[in-house]
């Protein structure tokens, strides 16, 4: 197996891929609409929520934890979720950087001339 060679990227480009990677299933965008919507959140509740398993729910709990998207708060036998408001404005920042870069020209970019 190849390795992914992370460091011949800048850390920008690191930092999208995670976000991208950690966006990049329906059900964690689904938990991210809710824990935005709630500001916070149990995880039992997220179950309830979802048409997902327990465990199906906590990995991807896990993966946006990870990304820095959200943060979990230990009370008891349960861990309260919520947005990491500084990583998720950083997030916003990059992924926007990214998208906004793109200024369309005048011209049509895939025209069979150029190939």
Known sequence: MGTAKLDEFTLEDNRIARYAKALGHPAR???????????ACVCGDIVNELPLSQSTVSQ??????EAGLIQGDVDGTRVCYCIDAKRWNEAKASLSGLMDSYVPQDSTCCDTSCC
Do not use: C, D, P
Request: charged share 30%; hydrophobic share 55%; glycine share 6%.
């Open 29 to 39: 965008v689904a938990i991210l609409r809710l824990l935005v919507g709630k500001n």
């Open 60 to 65: 991807h709990l896990k993966e946006l934890k």
